[in-house]
């Protein structure tokens, strides 16, 4: 480049400021400083703020109403608490996997007998509160029903007090099972009035009433080249409800997502006598078959397999195809573990 267009380009060259770097520094700072302290941008609508914080006051009244008619414990208002971080979860956060029947009443009463148990047990009080919170987190890990308000139950059994302590292991059924059945059919009969978040997530179709867009055939099986951070915002306010991940994790979940779908092909190579797969399709799409004979050639026509049908609702039940066109339908091979079957990882 000249001197002439180097002159030129120095006399137009905007002037900064020290006052509008010293902005653009705060700037930066806070944003680096929210996402430490992991402050989502996940936008939800006032309405959808007001419906949860409603259904909460409505969950925890009429536990108190209970706990107060048929218990009869002063230090059932301890557990009260644990219930009031299950309302959180149950109708601030509907849909989310912390939130449904099963890690709502398996996480606590799991811990409730697990709390129970170490304050049976475990005649040190901190020792044996520091067990009941750890032990849950295990449980609930290996039962697969993770629910957070859990570990507040657990505690509340060791340090609840003597009243607590005098129920034994009726503490599972009242007032554990009774707070939870009472909390599960508010969440239920308060969050079905409004279609966009039933509870449970499985009643939460996205029918004709929904009012999220719905995608094409074509549209739905289309993967852009990239998706920046704003899309991901804008699909969350179409949600309009908290998402228990952030962006960040939701897109690195989708790129994986898609680096898992690009790398699962199979060859004719891969397609062996024996071998069971799976298409890797959703619902009634989904199936499982297994070659059960072959007439391999070197011609790729000619190069034949016999497959049954041992799982799925599928119609094609048996057929003879090429290898190739086996390899096409199938999307990875799947290998059994005891009686479930799991998908194998292509090396």
Known sequence: MSAWCL?????????????????????????TLKQFLGITQAPVSHSEKILSALGGFIAIFLLIIINQTFLDLPSSWALVASMGASAVLL??????????????????????????????????PILAASCAVGLTILAMYYLKCIHPPGGATALTAVIGGE??????????????????????????????????????????????LSPHPKLSALEATQTPATISHDDFIQALKQIDSFVGVNEDEIKRIFELANYNAVHSHLTAQDIHLGGVYSNGQVNKEWSMRQIIDESPNENPDKDLVIFKQISGQQKTRSDCITRSEFAQWAKYPMIEEGNNWKRQDIQ
């Open 163 to 208: 009243s607590i302590h005098q129920l034994g292991y009726q503490f599972l059924i009242t007032p554990v099972l009774l707070n939870v059945l009472a909390i599960f059919a508010v969440a239920m009969m308060f969050n079905y009035i409004f279609h966009w978040r039933r509870y449970p997530a499985y009643l939460n179709r996205h029918d004709a």
């Open 7 to 31: 002159a030129r380009l120095n006399r137009h060259k905007p002037f900064t400021k020290p006052h509008d770097e010293k902005v653009s520094f705060m700037k930066k700072t806070l944003h």
């Open 91 to 124: 109708f601030a956060i509907p849909h989310g996997a912390l939130s449904q029947p099963w890690p709502l009443f398996g996480g606590n009463l799991s811990a409730a007998f697990i709390g129970v148990s170490c304050a049976l047990f475990i005649d040190e």
